[in-house]
């Protein structure tokens, strides 16, 4: 099995930044995607970012130029990086994997959430 376990979610005031943890662990063959997801009251869950192995990332429009995702793939973790933080980025925040653990057994891990919570 493959656990996912984020971490740096907080209160933080417009324009700050905070920084996204998530550590995958257990019996991991490989990783392909790992993300970052997040949903707020009311909302359905999006997509905010996500990074390939390979290091190729994709970003929601609205954190363009705001959020960056990195990760270490030999440590299996990827962070994320808010700054100019705004108080539409109010969500409970999630971590992705997308991991295998052999060849061909291959599934979505989600981790428990965090919250972010930005104040005007």
């Known amino acids: 099995q493959v656990q996912v376990v984020e971490s740096g979610g907080g209160l933080v005031q417009a324009g700050g930044s905070l920084r996204l943890s998530c550590a995958a662990s257990?019996?991991?063959?490989?990783?392909?995607?790992m993300g970052w997801y997040r949903q707020a009251p009311g909302k359905e869950r999006e997509l905010v970012a996500r990074?390939?192995?390979?290091?190729?990332?994709d970003y929601e429009d609205s954190v363009k130029g705001r959020f960056t995702i990195s990760r270490d793939n030999a440590k299996n973790m990827v962070y994320l990086q808010m700054n100019s933080l705004k108080p539409e980025d109010t969500a409970v925040y999630y971590c992705?994997?997308?991991?295998?653990?052999?060849?061909?057994?291959?599934?979505?891990?989600w981790g428990q959430g965090t919250q972010v919570t930005v104040s005007p």
């Open positions: 992705n994997a997308d991991a295998c653990i052999s060849r061909y057994k291959c599934r979505n891990y």
């Open positions: 257990g019996s991991i063959f490989s990783i392909n995607v």
């Open positions: 990074i390939f192995s390979g290091g190729s990332r």
